[in-house]
Every structure is written in structure tokens, then in C-alpha cells.
């Protein structure tokens, strides 16, 4: 399911979740007093006018930062709902991005906001925009702080496997994240907020019929080990190569082991073989979307074979261990 349709169900979550006055100093009588129950009933209410005139109304700061930033993400929370309603109502979505960039610029970044803003970008094609606000999204939730109740596995994973296809279809390579101790995050975290990624498909490209990288690929690549090295110790790198179903399964496998054992002696000689690397053929055997998928209504054939072109860095350690379909070939 789109993340966007889910968004209005979570806004009651989200308002639970948000900072409350006891976490500033108690707030000046004359001007802070019966701040709390405005903010909820305008919320409760809908109002979106009368809480950007609150938020203006303490821009000084007189409430304290947890306030302003209070504000600004329900401010944000009902630019999502309203945009909902407009969506469904016809308005074009550009001018719905257009009201969600402003209110990400100037209020709050709640990650509700970030994956209607990433799901417009998505449904529109434009795969950069996409990727890098699902990405933030991604970060956002895992960040406990900015996100107190965490949305479900489901919604999360929706998330990720939505910035997966942007980032294989973007047309330059989008930069992964790393979290505030240098550890993978984002697109290449192994989990979000204790949801296991499982495997994370890194859009290291090559030219057609070939084990040479694109520039975009080799930008992949250059970012995978350097989220190899944030990652630390942690076991062997595992890494399955993929194509998609063009020409013969025998020929596919081939293909992806010549280009598994190109990334693998890549990433031997720029980690100077300090981890174990792993690279498994599958061919196109493991189809990341098929036309059967409910995204595909939004992307072409050509599009679905690019997803599926792709090397995926697997996090289970039993993944070595597991016969592949191309090995007997």
C-alpha cells in the first residue's frame, strides 16, 4: 500500500508522540499560560490557520525551542492530512509538493511529511526527489527522539522498499546516510527502529553486457564500502548479483557472475581484503518487482528491469550457506 494512504491514520500517533510543556521550563503566565490546551484544541480542530499564527506568535522564543518545534510539526501533521484531502479532492499534485516543501522548509520535518513528500516525487517519476525524502523519513523514524512511537514494521518497510526503486531509477547515484555514530543509516541500515532490512539492493550499474561500472555505478560502489567500513566488525560481507530476465537464464547467470566477481575483487582491493566478501550469482532468478507488483502500475517495462539489475548487500550470515539457482549452471 502507497505510504500516502496511510498517513491519516497516523496523525493521531503522531500528536501522543509530540513534546509537551513539561519538558521546557514552566512558561511565562502572561503570555505562555493555556498554551498546551490552544495548541491541542486548534490541532484537534484542524486549524492549520490559527497554528501558523500561534507558531508567529512565539517565533521569538518566549515559550521555549520544544514549543516552536511542537508547533511547526503539528503545522506540518496537518499539511500532510489537508494534502491528503486536496489529492482526493483533484488538486494537481505539484501544488500539494509545492505546500509540503514550504511547510518542510519553514515548520518541521515529522516523517509523515517526508513520505507523502517522497511518494509525490515517486508517482511523479522524479526518482531523486523521491529517494532523498524517503531516505530522510527513514532517518527520522529511527531517530527516537524526533519520533517517540515508531509507525509499524509494515509502514517502515513500505518506506524503504519504495527508496530502494528510487534510488535504482534515479539517474545519478543518491548518497546513503550515516546515523550520529558514523554507523550505516538510511538506505543501508541493517535495521530501523528494530525492523531487520534483510538485504539492501545497491544500484551498482554496468554497461550493457558488461562488468564495466557506470559512472553511477561506480559511485554505488565507492558509498558501499564506505558504509562497509562505518559498519565495523560485524562478519562477512555477503553480496548477491542479479540481472533482469533479458536472453537466457543461462546467460543471465553467467553474466551476474562475472559481475559478482568484478564487485567482489573491487571491494578486495579498496578494503585491502580487511573483511571477508561473499559474492553469490543468482541471475535473474530473485526479481525484485515483477509486473504483477502493485508499484509496477507506476513504472515501464524498461523501469522494472533496471530495478531488477541490481547487487544486494544481505545482512543474514545463513545467506552463504544457501544454494543458488545459478550454481549448477
Known sequence: MPVRLLALALLAIAFGALPVAAQEPEPDASDCAGLEAAVAARFAEGDRAALVRLSDQIADGRCGAAWTEAIGTRIALLTVAQGQQALEAGMPPAEVAGRLDRALERYARPWQALALRGDLAYESRDWTV????????????????????????????????????????????????????????????????????????????????????????????????????????????ILEGHTDRTGPAAYNCALSRRRAAAVEAYLDRALDREVEIIARPLGEHAPEITEADEDAGYLTPDQIRQINRRVDWVFDPAAADRPSPCEAR
Open 130 to 237: 523521491a529517494v532523498r525524502h524517503y531516505q530522510e523519513a527513514l532517518d527520522v523514524i529511527d531517530n527516537a527522539a524526533a519520533t517517540p512511537r515508531a509507525p509499524d514494521a509494515a509502514v517502515i518497510r513500505g518506506i524503504h522498499e519504495r527508496a530502494q526503486r528510487a534510488w535504482a531509477l534515479a539517474p545519478t547515484y543518491v548518497p546513503t546516510t550515516r546515523s550520529r555514530d558514523g554507523s550505516p543509516a538510511g538506505l543501508v541500515a541493517a535495521s530501523i527502529r528494530g525492523v531487520g532490512m534483510g538485504r539492501v539492493p545497491v544500484p551498482i550499474e554496468f554497461e550493457f553486457d558488461s562488468t564495466t561500472m557506470t559512472p553511477k555505478g561506480q559511485a554505488a560502489i565507492a558509498d558501499l564500502v564506505d558504509a562497509i567500513r562505518a559498519r565495523g566488525a560485524a562478519g562477512p560481507v
